[in-house]
């Protein structure tokens, strides 16, 4: 099965940043939801109407969810599914992408239109599709492989046609976000099995970057500007980036280990650092500054998506050992 979604320019400028860490008290919002008999939610998309989307695991396996705007939780299985449902995202109309499986847990993708009808497809020739991220127009970008060993990528246009592309000398190609142009930004792995970044333009020109002395470089999403937010290991430690389009980088560290997963439109990206294993939320707005929050009554939280407000998306553990989802307003 292809990997769940859930890296080299000429020269990098690096900005020495001076980041200015906030209170871990952050007044705002906070609510949990779930849905009934989920032992795990996790939510993977936001659009800026207010709806969240994301997978949970239930008795029966893997199940999609919606979050509308007025807090109701639907479910969402795609029909032909036999292997569970997965939601990676949705659009500002309300359009939800995702993947299913056959009974062999072989992968295609889906569009679930905002009347909660369904259309599936495959890359031609493919055995596995998988679908990565979608833009706020529904342009969908995923992996796919022709014989279950090796992975391409592709771009699924409005119409339905495909382009697939690679990174030249990985063994591996993974696009993670595609942003309202076109761009698509995800990683790919090399001969010696070392992972690095790569943005692709609406032309089909690919730039491979590394962030830093990174030994490994993960990119997790992209924004309208270009700018990508992302993760890369250095010295056995994970910390958080965000590339700007003219190659600049800047880094942020939290005590443990540091992820960017997402980042909106003004540039502001959040994640979770870890630290004695447990999860504590960041928000990493444009000008440097970085705050941290936990809700009450949790061992810890894990953000994952985030809109043009600020509004924030993501798993909480509680300390009475459910894991339901969470959004955070302003």
């Known amino acids: 099965m292809l990997p769940r979604i859930r890296r080299d320019v000429a020269s990098i400028v690096f900005l020495a940043l001076m980041t200015v860490f906030g209170s871990s008290t952050v007044l705002a919002k906070i609510v949990r939801f779930s849905e009934p008999g989920a032992l795990y939610m996790n939510p993977s998309g936001m659009n800026d109407e207010g709806s969240v989307v994301g997978d949970y695991t239930d008795a029966t396996g893997n199940r999609g969810f919606l979050r509308t705007p007025d807090g109701t939780v639907v479910s969402i299985d795609e029909p032909h599914t036999q292997c569970g449902t997965s939601v990676v995202g949705i659009t500002q109309e309300g359009e939800i992408v995702g993947y299913g499986g056959d009974s062999n847990c072989l992968l295609y993708g889906f569009v679930r239109a905002p009347d909660g009808t369904f259309s599936t497809f495959t890359v031609p020739g493919a055995i596995l599709t998988q679908v990565s991220a979608t833009n706020s127009k529904g342009v969908i970008v995923g992996e796919y492989s022709v014989d ?66 990174a030994g490994a470089t993960i990119p997790s999403a992209i924004n309208d500007a270009g700018i990508i937010c992302g993760s890369f290991l250095k010295e056995g430690v994970n910390y958080s980036f965000r590339r700007h389009l003219d190659g600049t980088f800047e880094t942020i560290s939290l005590p443990g280990n540091t992820a960017a997963f997402a980042i909106n439109n003004d540039g502001t990206a959040t994640g979770y650092s870890t630290n004695n294993g447990l999860p504590l939320g960041f928000i990493w707005k444009s000008d440097g500054t970085v705050k941290t929050f936990e809700p009450k009554n949790s061992w810890g939280v894990r953000p994952y998506a985030i809109d043009r407000k600020g509004n924030i998306s993501g798993a909480i553990e509680n300390k009475d050992q459910t894991y339901p989802a969470f959004l955070r307003t302003q």
């Open 148 to 213: 279950g060993q090796s992975s391409a990528a592709y771009v699924r246009a409005l119409d339905g046609t495909f382009q697939s592309f690679t990174v030249r000398g990985a063994t591996e190609t993974w696009p993670m976000g595609i942003n309202k142009k076109g761009m698509v930004a995800g990683e790919f792995v090399d001969k010696n099995n070392v992972f690095h970044g790569f943005i692709r333009d609406a032309r089909g020109k690919i730039t491979k970057f590394d962030a830093p002395d």
